[in-house]
């Protein structure tokens, strides 16, 4: 069965990403001008949007990575968010961009401030390519936002379902999802 029968329509086409993506280039290059950002890349998930938004940036950045799981197990919200690889660099005294595939409870996002903030950044905000307003129960701020979507499980540019499909090229739907083993 080929990928394109199992999902169906995409949600967000490769066309509209590349247009949205172009905006949030134009955007963050504006708003970081002249300043010393690291652009953080929460892993797995956002790896796809990370590589394209970072070149979408036309200021020099420097870039590094971190892994979360999040949900460890099949729970969905409720469950505890672990960083399992730090960042590279230090980021005392600088910009923080944290880039992250979907922002859903708002759980991952938090975590992340709270614990980078101890490390005395200049400032932290956070780019998402997608974002389920109506699933939040954390409240944290998303500063960029690619796409609000509903609620509705999503794969492929990156997200998975039981870590796969993460290459396929659009977001598209994923029809049944049994409490999905969600992961980073
Ligand atoms: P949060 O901590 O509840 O905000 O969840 C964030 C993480 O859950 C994301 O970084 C994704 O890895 C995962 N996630 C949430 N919704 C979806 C989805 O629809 N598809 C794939 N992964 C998702
Ligand atoms: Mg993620």
Request: glycine share 8%; net charge positive.
């Amino acid at each position: 069965m080929t990928t394109e029968r199992i999902f169906g329509r995409p949600i967000v086409t490769q066309e509209q990403m590349r247009t949205r993506i172009r905006e949030l280039g134009r955007q963050i290059t504006s708003d970081y001008d002249g300043r010393d950002l690291i652009l953080v890349g929460i892993l797995k998930g956002a790896y796809a949007f990370y590589a394209d938004l970072a070149r979408a940036i036309r200021i020099p950045l420097r870039v590094d990575f971190l892994v979360v799981t999040s949900y460890a197990g099949k729970a969905k919200s409720s469950g505890k968010v672990k960083m399992v690889t730090d960042l590279t660099e230090d980021i005392a005294g600088r910009d923080v961009l944290l880039v992250e595939d979907i922002v859903d409870s708002g759980l991952t996002v938090q975590f992340l401030i709270n614990t980078l903030e101890k490390r005395k950044p200049k400032s932290i905000k956070v780019c998402a390519l997608l974002s389920k307003p109506t699933r939040r129960s954390k409240h944290v701020t998303i500063d960029y936002v690619g796409f609000e979507i509903p609620d509705q499980y999503v794969v492929g540019y990156g997200l998975d379902y039981q870590q796969k499909y993460r290459n396929l090229p659009y977001l598209a739907v994923l029809d049944k999802v049994d409490d999905a083993e969600q992961s980073g």
